[in-house]
C-alpha cells in the first residue's frame, strides 16, 4: 500500500525559509510522477511545483525562483526548498505521486499538473508565513 508522509512545515517570518521532506513508500518512487500542492482556508487545492522520472522539473508562475523541488531515488524521499516566503504562501502543502502516462515523443513520462492527475496523497504539513 503506497504511503506519502510529509514532514517539515511550521511557522517563519515573511523572507524566512522552510524545507519541506516527503517519504515515499509502496510505490516505485523511481518511475512515478511526484509532485508538491497546497491549499489554503477558503481556496481550491493548486499546484506548486513537480518532478518526473527523468528529473524534469516544473513550477507554478508564483513559486518559480523561490522554490526548488528534488527528490532522493536512493531513500525514496521528495523535497520542496522554500526560500524568500511570503504570507500568501501560507498553506497545507502535500505531497502527491502517480504513475503518469508514457510520451509517444520523448522519453519519460507526462506528469499532469492538476491535484485530478495525482492519485496518491499525504495528509499534508501546515506551513505559516507571519508578516
Known amino acids: 500500500q503506497a504511503q506519502l508522509e510529509e514532514s517539515g512545515g511550521g511557522s517563519v517570518h515573511a523572507g524566512g525559509s522552510l524545507k519541506l521532506s516527503c517519504v515515499v513508500s509502496g510505490l516505485p518512487f523511481a518511475d512515478y510522477c511526484l509532485g508538491w500542492f497546497r491549499q489554503a482556508p477558503g481556496k481550491e487545492r493548486e499546484g506548486v511545483a513537480r518532478i518526473d522520472d527523468r528529473g524534469r522539473t516544473n513550477y507554478a508562475d508564483s513559486v518559480k525562483g523561490r522554490f526548488t523541488i528534488s527528490k532522493d531515488q536512493i531513500n525514496n524521499q521528495l523535497y520542496l526548498q522554500m526560500n524568500s516566503l511570503k504570507p500568501e504562501d501560507t498553506a497545507m502543502y502535500y505531497c502527491?505521486?502517480?504513475?503518469?502516462?508514457?510520451?509517444?515523443?520523448?522519453?519519460?513520462?507526462?506528469?499532469?499538473?492538476?491535484?485530478?492527475?495525482?492519485?496518491?496523497w499525504g495528509l499534508g504539513t501546515q506551513v505559516t508565513v507571519l508578516s
Open positions: 502527491a505521486a502517480d504513475k503518469g502516462r508514457e510520451s509517444l515523443s520523448t522519453p519519460g513520462l507526462l506528469c499532469g499538473s492538476t491535484p485530478d492527475d495525482f492519485s496518491t
